[in-house]
């Protein structure tokens, strides 16, 4: 029999505060759905280490855990969403953050021609963003931070309390040692948690009130929190779900 074409899926916004799991997550459903993981956070230190000028502009801003402007964070979202591999759909991991940002993408996906050539969503209002909030005690947050591993080769996430590698520091996929990031110090969290609070939070408000906000308790293990998420999201996609 031939293969199932593969089901388009549209966006998926994980909203949370800093080290609530998104990027954790967000790499389990693309691997689930086959579709892009779009880091906002990860595309500006990608910026930063390659010295662009967007990577000029940001570096400061970022380090001490303010956000970037709103203006260069879109243009920039806009062009990765314009590749190829995001017209089954992606996921927007850390944006939209203000609620200038939601605006802007609310127009940017109402303006959007998505290829549902190979999908079995022809609706344009399949396309409706399907919003995840990743919520987790404010008191574990720090510790998740200042815990966290990254593999500067392949991505993978670990946790010095949670998620060890299998040898210290060293990633378990590909041999490569594993780094702090720079906005991981606790002058800098303690700033990046305040931003969250005051300028990211009201967005969640924002896809709460279109009926469209999943909220999802990050403080379970990884696992369980990823089965709820895609449950969340399947269920969206079949229309049986309502928002929560
Ligand atoms: P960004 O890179 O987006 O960072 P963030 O939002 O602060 O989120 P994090 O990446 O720190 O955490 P996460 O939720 O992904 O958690 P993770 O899965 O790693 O942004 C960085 C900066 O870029 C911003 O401060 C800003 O300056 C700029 N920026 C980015 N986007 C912008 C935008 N849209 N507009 C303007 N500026 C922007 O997990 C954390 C740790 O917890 C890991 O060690 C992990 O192993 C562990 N963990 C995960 N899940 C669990 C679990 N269930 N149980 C136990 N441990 C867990």
């Excluded at 344009?124 to 510790?143: C, F, M, Q, T």
Aim: some cysteine; aromatic content about 6%; overall charge neutral.
């Amino acid at each position: 029999m031939a293969d199932e074409p593969l089901r388009s899926i549209g966006p998926i916004i994980l909203l949370g505060s800093p080290g609530a799991g998104k990027g954790t997550q967000a790499k389990r459903i693309s691997a689930r759905y086959e579709i892009p993981q779009i880091s906002t956070g990860d595309l500006l230190r990608d910026n930063v280490r390659r010295g662009t000028l967007l990577g000029l502009q940001a570096k400061n801003v970022m380090e001490r855990g303010d956000l970037v402007s709103d203006d260069l964070v879109c243009d920039m979202v806009a062009q990765r969403l314009r590749q190829p591999d995001c017209a089954r759909g992606y996921i927007l991991d850390g944006f939209p953050r203000t609620a200038a940002q939601a605006a802007w993408l609310d127009k940017f996906l109402s303006s959007k021609v998505f290829d549902n050539s190979k999908g079995d969503n022809s609706s344009p209002g399949n396309w409706l963003p399907i919003v995840v909030r990743i919520e987790v005690d404010y008191n574990k947050l720090s510790l998740r931070l200042t815990g966290r591993r990254t593999c500067p080769t392949c991505g993978r996430i670990y946790n010095i309390h949670s998620r060890p590698p299998r040898v210290d520091e060293v990633c378990d996929f590909d041999g490569t040692p594993l780094i702090i990031r720079e906005d991981d110090r606790d002058e800098v969290i303690k700033e990046r948690l305040a931003t969250y609070e005051r300028q990211t939070r009201p967005v969640a408000e924002y896809y709460k009130a279109k009926g469209r906000l999943f909220s999802v308790n990050g403080d379970l293990p990884v696992d369980e929190v990823s089965e709820t998420i895609f449950h969340d999201i399947e269920a969206y996609s079949d229309g049986t779900a309502g928002s929560r």
